[in-house]
């Protein structure tokens, strides 16, 4: 039995492994690839140079691949790449990549992406995300993985939003946010650490001494930054264990512009 749904309409050059199923009123396009074992619901449109991996669950009313909201792009060859296992709720749009941006929208692994999500032209989504409802991303924003986002949060583009984070509903992010930090409020601003969230994750107590220790640094000793850095790189011989963790924020520090800045 064909697993493709005889109203859906898929161009005969779309690549989709045997197992894939699509459902009714669905639209493929000539330059999609799909993976094996991936099941897209009905009333779907997947298009542009989209890849799809293994494992993905696509639900009913996706846009998946249209072309940037961006008024500079004029048809380049830009693509969005889906990994594998993903969960995609109702009515998201992923677009494609811009010239401007490296050409590539990425999402990773085992995302929850619920319903109403926008991920707009070159964002790069890791691994192991949340999105709740509404969660939208405007272009070029870096998402590390173990990410949350709460309903209706949006984020500036050109934002940053380091691993391990979490964001309150409604929250809005015009700065960096850093890793393991929680934020909350119009413009966002930081309230804690992802404590419950690291220790589901198998962060022992000495790594999460050492992230304590990197909130208070950032956040209550009133420092500059490059103090702050400072402070933080010491952690790295007084708690060994967090060596990684302390190796993370300060990467992602390193990278803040002062025109940016991060989440205060």
Not at 52 to 81: H, M
Not at 97 to 115: E, K, V
Not at 167 to 174: E, I, K, Q, V
Not at 219 to 235: E, G, P
Request: charge should be neutral.
């Amino acid at each position: 039995m064909s697993l493709i749904h005889p109203t859906a309409l898929v161009d005969p050059r779309a690549e989709l492994d045997s197992s894939v199923s699509v459902g009714p009123y669905t639209v493929i396009g000539p330059n999609v690839k799909v993976g094996k074992g991936t099941t897209i619901a009905a009333h779907c449109v997947i298009e542009g140079c989209t890849t799809i991996g293994e494992d993905n669950r696509i639900f009913q009313f996706n846009s998946l691949g249209a072309v940037p909201q961006d008024k500079k792009y004029a048809g380049e060859p830009c693509e969005l790449q889906i990994g594998h296992r993903n969960t995609i709720r109702e009515f998201c749009t992923f677009n494609i990549g811009s010239p401007g941006g490296g050409g590539i929208t990425s999402i990773g692994n085992d995302n929850w992406i619920m319903a109403y999500v926008h991920l707009a032209h070159d964002c790069r989504v890791g691994n192991q995300c949340i999105f709740a409802n509404n969660s939208q991303l405007a272009g070029h924003v870096l998402v590390d993985d173990w990410v949350i986002f709460g309903g209706f949060t949006v984020v500036h583009q050109f934002v940053r939003i380091g691993a391990h984070s979490m964001t309150a509903m409604c929250s809005l992010l015009f700065a960096d946010l850093p890793p393991f930090v929680m934020c909350q409020g119009q413009p966002a601003a930081a309230r804690s650490m992802n404590f419950e969230g690291l220790r589901r994750r198998g962060f022992n107590p000495e790594r999460i001494s050492a992230v304590k220790a990197m909130h208070k640094a950032l956040y209550r000793d009133d420092l500059t930054l490059d103090q702050a850095k400072a402070q933080i790189a010491s952690l790295m011989d007084k708690t060994p264990d967090a060596a990684p963790d302390v190796q993370m924020m300060l990467g992602f520090l390193d990278q803040t512009t002062p025109q940016r800045g991060i989440v205060r």
